[in-house]
């Protein structure tokens, strides 16, 4: 696409709150991955995005951060339902995701269900 954002460097570059950057911090990343640094900016635009990147290489985190920063946008909507929707082609790799996004996205007080 047209005017594509530049990539994260760091994560205190990315504005995310502090407590979330805690979570990633104690989880490991000492920086945004490859795929979590390209990603990240386009998504927060709420613009689409397809990447393709190795196991281990942070894309979950790619996707699910930004949904979060949705969320705590229109948290206090009791009119919009569900507002993140993450479809998995399999059971397992659902549960994965399910057990990312609880337990990142446990420091935001989000829910996931």
Partial sequence: GD??????????STGFPPELLREVHQAGFSAP????????????QSRDI??????????????LIPG????????NNSQMGPTVLVLSPTRELAT????????FGRSLRLQCT
Avoid: C, N
């Fill in 33 to 44: 991955t490859p795929i979590q640094a390209q990603s990240w900016p386009i998504a927060l």
């Fill in 50 to 63: 397809v990447a393709i990147a190795k196991t281990g290489s942070g894309k979950t985190l790619g996707y």
């Fill in 3 to 12: 005017d594509v954002p530049a990539p994260f460097s760091s994560f205190e």
């Fill in 68 to 75: 979060f920063m949705h969320l705590k946008r229109v948290r």
């Fill in 96 to 103: 994965q995701i399910q057990d990312e996004a609880v337990k």
